[in-house]
């Protein structure tokens, strides 16, 4: 499986950005869609994941980090093999370099990570 994430960029503090993260290759395989986070100097966020497959019996479940909550949404669509996470109200410790990874089973590992989009919030 090949990740590719995009839509990065610079926003001002209370603005929105979506990022995308196109999947290739056996997308049939995937079972959940993940994005993280990373700022520097911190270590890896998790910020949220979507149940990509039916076979997991959740075909629609999100779930959220606590510092996104409310104001990040996650979604897929799978006839376009492409994940989303659209974030509004962003803060300034939003910037990070943003991260979208999918699990091929439920032993909680995410195997493939894309490149990484830039995000920067300004104040």
């Known amino acids: 499986v090949q990740l590719q994430a995009s839509g990065g960029g610079l926003v001002q503090a209370g603005g929105s950005l979506r990022l995308s993260c196109a999947a290739s290759?056996?997308?049939?395989?995937?079972?959940?869609m993940g994005w993280f986070r990373q700022a520097p100097g911190k270590e890896r966020e998790f910020v949220a994941r979507v149940t990509w497959s039916a076979r997991t019996g959740s075909r629609d479940s999100t779930y959220y980090g606590d510092s996104v909550k409310g104001r990040f949404t996650i979604s897929r669509d799978n006839a376009k093999n492409t994940g989303y996470l659209q974030m509004n109200s962003l803060k300034p410790e939003d910037t990070a370099i943003y991260y979208c990874?999918?699990?091929?089973?439920?032993?909680?590992?995410?195997?493939?990570w894309g490149q990484g989009t830039l995000v920067t919030v300004s104040s």
């Open positions: 290759g056996r997308t049939g395989s995937i079972l959940y």
């Open positions: 990874a999918v699990q091929r089973s439920a032993s909680g590992l995410y195997e493939y």
